[in-house]
Every structure is written in structure tokens, then in C-alpha cells.
């Protein structure tokens, strides 16, 4: 058994539920277990079990059922069917990466062509106990066949937000008031994750809209990434985000 960790994705989940403004925006969400995995799979009928521990996209599995105890497994950019909830348990502790795992409700992110698009929210505040700022925003549109955005791991394309949202079919001022909400979101999420870290600075969001527009915050960073925003074309938004690092 390993020894888990305070500082992970389930203990951030946890304390974001704790705020009645985000508990509408969290999938539902548990620490692995043969158990919860059963309970949650009937529940929500397709669900994501992912690394509590970040991985930057790799070992993520999305497991659906079929139906007369059929399961499909889809993990990187393959699908298994297989039969029997305890052989499909079976396979993926076998094939998971050697960390503790989270459970959580699937949730039918808005497509492009059948590619699954989300966004990377950074939030950050200066040394100076500056209030919390969103700094820069993206979307991530995955690579065919992937369940996950992570642009290196899934050759995703990297997109400004209003672009995104314009391939889905949402107009530009739609658009800009669901760009808005992100960000009032993603702010309240950092000050409730600031009663867990007080002296934590920077937080990376992983946010999505599903096919109602509704968002829905599928993870929080505390180490976020910041490669992606160079391939924006405005590079205002890196310069942002390193000055705010910085200072």
C-alpha cells in the first residue's frame, strides 16, 4: 500500500467541495478502490481514473460500461473491451501507473470532430500578497483517438479560448460572458485552495464546458506547466504569467 500524501489531486478536490459556490462545478470524485470503482461505474456508467499524484496526462483511463456486464477500457489512444467488473478491475491495476488513483464521474467535455477540449487556467498572485489574478487562459483541443489534452502526450492543438469556443459552435458574445464565469470560478477556486496552502501562489485549472455550457473544474495544479502558452500567438500572456512568478 502506498503512503498517501497530503498535498494531492483527491486533497485538493476535497477542499474545493468544501465551497458551495464551486460544489455544482466538481465532478464527483474518490480515492480508488475496487469498491468505490464499482459503485461510481454504476452510478455514472462512464468514469475517469486517473493518477492522485500529477502525471502530465499519462496514465489516465476512461472506462465505460457497455452493458451485460461489458466494460470498454481506453487509455492513451487504444480501447480493450472486456468482460466481468472484477477483470476489468484486474486490468487496470495491472496496467496503471504505481501510484495511489482517483475515481471520478465522467464528464462529456464539448467535442470538435469527436476531440475532446478543455482549458488550462493559470492563477496567481505576486510575493506581495497581491489578490489573486487569472494571468493567462487556453484551450486544448486533444489529438485524435486521445481521452486527454495534454498537448505533448496527445499531440493536442493549443487555441485561444474564444477560438475554441468558436469551433464548437458559441458565438462571441456567449463566447466572452462563459469566458467570464471561467474566471470568477477559477478565482474562487484559488482563494478556497488558499485555506489548504496559505502561502501557495500559483494554480493551474484544469476547466471544461460540457455540451450545456455548463463548467466544470476537472483538476487543480499546483505545479502547473506554462510551455503551452508559447504557442499562443500573443505572447503577452507568457510575459504575464513569468512576471507574476517572478515577483
Known amino acids: 500500500m502506498y503512503k498517501f500524501q497530503n498535498k494531492t489531486k483527491y486533497q485538493r478536490y476535497l477542499q474545493l467541495s468544501k465551497s458551495k459556490v464551486l460544489e455544482g462545478h466538481l465532478p464527483a470524485t474518490d480515492l480508488f478502490s475496487p469498491q468505490s470503482f464499482a459503485d461510481f461505474i454504476k452510478k455514472y ?47 487496470f491495476k495491472e ?29 496567481q498572485r505576486k510575493k506581495t500578497a497581491t489578490p489573486w489574478t487569472v494571468t493567462g487562459k487556453l484551450a486544448r483541443l486533444a489529438g ?46 484559488a482563494k478556497q485552495l488558499t485555506k489548504y496552502r496559505p502561502n501557495h501562489r500559483v494554480w493551474g485549472l484544469d476547466m471544461g464546458v460540457d455540451q450545456d455550457n455548463h463548467i466544470w473544474i476537472i483538476e487543480a495544479n499546483n505545479a502547473p506547466m506554462i510551455i503551452s502558452f508559447k504557442d499562443l500567438n500573443d505572447q503577452g500572456v507568457l510575459k504575464l504569467i513569468k512576471q507574476y512568478k517572478d515577483g
Open 95 to 123: 496496467n496503471k501507473k504505481p501510484c495511489p488513483y482517483m475515481v471520478q464521474q465522467w464528464v462529456p467535455l464539448a467535442e470538435h470532430e469527436g476531440k475532446p477540449m478543455d482549458f488550462r487556467v493559470m492563477v
Open 45 to 91: 456508467n462512464t468514469v475517469i481514473l486517473k493518477p492522485a499524484i500529477g502525471s502530465r496526462g499519462a496514465g489516465v483511463f476512461k472506462i465505460s460500461s457497455l452493458g451485460k456486464n461489458t466494460y470498454q477500457v481506453h487509455t492513451e489512444n487504444t480501447t480493450s473491451i472486456l468482460n466481468g467488473i472484477k477483470e476489468t478491475t484486474n486490468y
Open 144 to 189: 485524435p483517438g486521445y481521452i486527454v489534452t495534454n498537448n505533448k502526450r496527445s499531440k493536442a492543438t493549443v487555441l485561444t479560448p474564444l477560438e475554441a469556443l468558436k469551433l464548437i459552435g458559441v458565438d462571441s458574445n456567449t463566447g466572452k460572458n462563459l469566458l467570464m464565469k471561467i474566471d470568477n470560478i477559477a478565482l474562487e477556486a
